[in-house]
Structures are given as structure tokens and as C-alpha cells.
């Protein structure tokens, strides 16, 4: 997460920022980059698994039921790792 960061704010401070002189798109740059490594390690000190729960959670979106279990005969089973 945190090198997805820094492609982030390198690809808007590099080509839009000092290469073309706009100095409002390096301070969005530095901002981002500074707000963005705060709540990283927030993240991390919380849960140190915050970016695998995410993951899976995207991978196996299309396994989750989409209508409610309350009176529903058949509850699939879910799959194991």
C-alpha cells in the first residue's frame, strides 16, 4: 500500500508537477504523500493484516450471498483457504 502511495504521488509530482513547473500539483503531491503515510501507519498499528483482510475481501466478493440468510432454506457453505 505504502509503494502504491509513492507511485501515486511520484506520477503527480514528476510529469505534472516539476517537469512542467505547476507547483500547485506538488503541494497536492506532498500533502497526499504526508496525509497518506500518516494513515498508513495508523492502519498498520490498528491491524498489521488491514492490506490481506482488503485483498481477500476484493477477491472473494463474488462468493458473498447478495440477499439476506434470515429465512433463507439453503446458506452455501464457504469456501476454506
Known sequence: MFL??????TLLA??????????????????LFFVGRA???HL??????MSDVFRRSVLY???YPALSTVGFKSIPKAKRW
Open 4 to 9: 502504491m502511495l509513492c507511485m501515486v504521488v
Open 14 to 31: 514528476g510529469p505534472g508537477g516539476l517537469m512542467t513547473g505547476n507547483f500547485v500539483n506538488m503541494s497536492i503531491a506532498l500533502a
Open 39 to 41: 494513515l498508513l501507519a
Open 44 to 49: 498498520a498499528k490498528s491491524d498489521a493484516q
Open 61 to 63: 466478493q463474488s462468493e
